[in-house]
């Protein structure tokens, strides 16, 4: 009955929509802990005053994605994606690029933790200049070609390195590393390669790129509030201050709110109300029509009764 109700009348559907959104946003005015608590933004060394969609240190996790997890370890930021630590070297809100590198490279490339660079394709992807780099560990002297990239370590054994995404082959183990391609190393085939280039390149790190959907963060902002994240809802959301001390505040962004969707709903509510005059115009000249057809035809009948009536009233003729 409800849906034939809603469905029969826009100005209905109208009205209901003005209605829920003048109830619903003042009760979002009032989150004021999360509003506080998603105010603080993130600083650790050289990153300065980074916000959503990241959370982290003294930002809760309401506050940003859940995969985008930022921790200060001195004054060196980290994110662990798919249970490998890089180091965030930067952050770019506008072209929402992360450049990081894998912590367990910093000491060198003999002892990584020995799993490839993955991502979360759900959050992030990989930027653009970028070319993988199988390094092989635990390989036997006896079958390596030494200028093949060869180097050895104590620990791992002789490993080497190749171009490209591959298995460890003869070897025990392979890490796979996107490095830049304008990393000062040759690409395309294997070469023989000085250790210490081949740890810087791998230090210089390379670019992801999140994919978080910040346009309702802008339309968050613009409204002074602050984006965060609903854990139960898995999506974004947007906290808003209230206290007594902003009360003209509260009722400037509650009045810019309602008068949008107010004005969105009359749009809706005039385009409703123009169809539903179009359609009585449309009825009633189909009545008026049907009705000026049964009149016509009526004065013909009565015409004709007429006729009869005029007719059967003569005189009969007399005939001798």
């Not at 060198?108 to 799993?115: A, D, F, H, K, T």
């Not at 959301?237 to 009359?266: F, I, M, N, W």
Request: one cysteine or more; proline letters at 5%.
């Amino acid at each position: 009955m409800n849906s034939w109700v809603l469905s029969s009348s826009p100005f209905l559907v109208s009205l209901f929509f003005i209605f829920f959104f003048v109830i619903k946003i003042p009760l979002s005015l009032c989150d004021e802990d999360m509003y506080e608590s998603c105010s603080n933004t993130f600083n650790c060394g050289k990153l300065k005053k980074i916000t959503f969609p990241f959370w982290g240190d003294n930002r809760p996790n309401s506050c940003g994605y859940p995969g985008l997890k930022l921790n200060c370890q001195g004054s060196v930021a980290t994110i662990k994606i798919m249970n490998v630590t890089y180091q965030v070297l930067g952050v770019n809100p506008e072209t929402q690029i992360l450049k990081i590198t894998r912590e367990d490279f910093s000491a060198g490339i003999c002892s990584p933790e020995l799993v490839n660079s993955t991502l979360d394709p759900t959050l992030l992807d990989f930027g653009i200049g970028l070319q993988n780099l199988t390094i092989v560990y635990g390989c036997d002297f006896s079958w390596l070609i030494p200028f093949l990239g060869q180097f050895n370590c104590q620990k791992n054994g002789f490993s080497h390195i190749k171009w490209g995404a591959f298995g460890p082959g003869e070897c025990k183990v392979s890490v796979v590393v996107p490095v830049p391609v304008q990393s000062g190393l040759l690409t395309g085939i294997e070469i023989e390669i000085v250790q210490s280039i081949l740890e810087e390149a791998i230090r210089e790190g390379f670019d992801v790129k999140w994919k978080v959907d910040t346009a309702a963060c802008l339309n968050c902002t613009a409204y002074k509030g602050v984006c965060g994240y609903d854990l139960k809802r898995n999506q974004s959301t947007c906290y808003y201050y209230s206290s007594p001390g902003s009360e003209e505040e509260e009722k400037e962004v509650s009045k810019e709110l309602r008068l949008k969707v107010e004005e969105d709903a009359k749009d809706e509510a005039y385009n409703a109300f123009m169809g539903a005059a179009s359609r009585c115009r449309r009825r009633r000249r189909a009545f008026q029509a049907d009705y000026e057809s049964s009149t016509i035809a009526s004065n013909d009948s009565d015409s004709d009764s007429e006729e009869l009536e005029s007719e059967s009233s003569l005189p009969l003729p007399f005939f001798i």
